[in-house]
C-alpha cells in the first residue's frame, strides 16, 4: 500500500471520528424534550430525526464493507435512536470503536455502492463502482449536511450552537481567508 493511500484513508477516518465525536457532545449539551422537538413550521425536522439519519448511514456503510457491497437505502430507521439520547449515544460509541478498528478502512479497496431510490427503477445491476475513501468522503459530508439542519432546527427551537456547527470544512476556511484578506 503505497503512503499516500494510507495517509488519505486515515484522515478520512479522522474526519469521520470527528464528526461523531462533535455529535456526542452536542448530545450531552441538550435535553430529551429538545432532541425530539420540532419547531414551528420546520415539521418534520428534529435533532433526533437528522442523527439518526446520519448514524445509519455510517451503520449501512460498515455493514456493506464485507461482502463489498453498500446500500444506504437499507436503514434500519430505528426510532429509538431518534427518540432517546442514550440509545443515540450507545450507537455513536460503537461506531467510533467500528471506524477505530476496522482494518478494511485502511485500504481503499473497491466498494460497490447501490444507486438511491433505485428499487423502483428498471435498472438491473443498480450497484455502481465506488472505493473505501470515496465512501468516506460521502459520508462526511453528507453529515455535515444534515449537521447544518441540526443546527437550523436548534436555533429556530432558541438552543444555541457554536457558529462553526454544520459549517463544511471548506466554508470555514473561506470564513477565515475573509478576515485574513480584510
Not at 61 to 75: E, M, P
Not at 78 to 92: F, G, M, P, Y
Not at 164 to 178: E, H, I, M, N
Amino acid at each position: 500500500m503505497h503512503a499516500p493511500v494510507v495517509e488519505h484513508q486515515e484522515y478520512l477516518i479522522a474526519v469521520n471520528i470527528g464528526w461523531l465525536r462533535q455529535a456526542g457532545a452536542l448530545l450531552d449539551r441538550i435535553s430529551d424534550a429538545v432532541y425530539t422537538a420540532s419547531p414551528s413550521g420546520l415539521a418534520p425536522h428534529k435533532a433526533g430525526g437528522h442523527l439518526r439519519h446520519i448514524l445509519e448511514f455510517y451503520e449501512c456503510f460498515l455493514a456493506g464493507l464485507a461482502s463489498g457491497r453498500i446500500d444506504y437505502d437499507n436503514r434500519r430507521r430505528d426510532l429509538s435512536v431518534e427518540t432517546n439520547r442514550q440509545t443515540a449515544q450507545a450507537r455513536i460509541r460503537s461506531l467510533l470503536c467500528r471506524l477505530e478498528t476496522e482494518p478494511t478502512l485502511r485500504s481503499d479497496s473497491s466498494v460497490r455502492v447501490r444507486m438511491e431510490d433505485s428499487a423502483d427503477s428498471r435498472i438491473t445491476e443498480p450497484f455502481l463502482i465506488s472505493s473505501v475513501g470515496r465512501e468516506l468522503q460521502v459520508l462526511s459530508s453528507h453529515t455535515i449536511h444534515h449537521f447544518a439542519l441540526i443546527a437550523m432546527t436548534l436555533r429556530a427551537l432558541g438552543v444555541p450552537v457554536d457558529s462553526d456547527f454544520g459549517v463544511a470544512p471548506s466554508t470555514l476556511c473561506y470564513w477565515v481567508s475573509q478576515v485574513e484578506a480584510a
